[in-house]
């Protein structure tokens, strides 16, 4: 059972870092749902391991990682699933995102898992390189290498005129 300290400090984590990381894995899943879920797959891992979660020097980074790798084991375990599921997702969880973002949200699915992520925690989550290499257990020079492909395809993505801005991500085809 964990110290009553070790939940106090995840609470505290929680208040401060729950709306951010769930911004950056929707952008490495594509899908505000399934980021909730491994954030707070995280978070549960966080009180479950409290030792480990409290010598962190940086808590936010380590359920970042955390996240990040419970959604890789989602995708590896669940491909069909997640085609199925991603069709029946409600549109309603996309209501409130302006097209703009909906067109990234669906051009990002539409890239690799790889530069994906690369993607979303360098340019949404605002991480350095470094810090991006360390949460996808990745070398620095192949998440640059990942970054400047994804960027490439995703002005390509973003470019292309038969792309219609509007749709919801839910009605594209995943290629997570």
Do not use: C
Not at 1 to 28: C, F, H
Not at 114 to 125: G, N, S, Y
């Amino acid at each position: 059972m964990p110290r009553a300290s070790a939940v106090d400090r995840v609470q505290e984590v929680y208040a401060t870092s729950y709306r951010r990381l769930v911004g950056q894995l929707t952008g490495v899943t594509g899908d505000p749902v399934e980021a909730e879920d491994a954030v707070m797959e995280a978070f549960a891992r966080a009180v479950g391991s409290s030792r480990s979660f409290l010598a962190a020097d940086n808590p936010e980074a380590w359920l970042r990682t955390v996240a990040v790798n419970v959604s890789r084991t989602r995708w590896r375990r669940s491909r069909f699933f997640r085609d199925v599921s991603h069709r029946l997702a409600a549109a309603a969880s996309y209501d409130d995102l302006p097209d703009d973002r909906l067109a990234l949200l669906a051009a990002l699915r539409r890239l690799p898992a790889p530069q994906r992520e690369a993607i979303a925690l360098h340019h949404l989550a605002d991480l350095p390189v470094h810090e991006v290499a360390e949460a996808v257990g990745a070398p620095v020079g192949t998440v640059k290498a990942r970054l400047a492909r994804g960027r490439a395809a995703l002005a390509d993505l973003l470019a292309e005129p038969d792309s219609e801005p509007a749709a919801h991500p839910d009605t594209e085809r995943s290629t997570r």
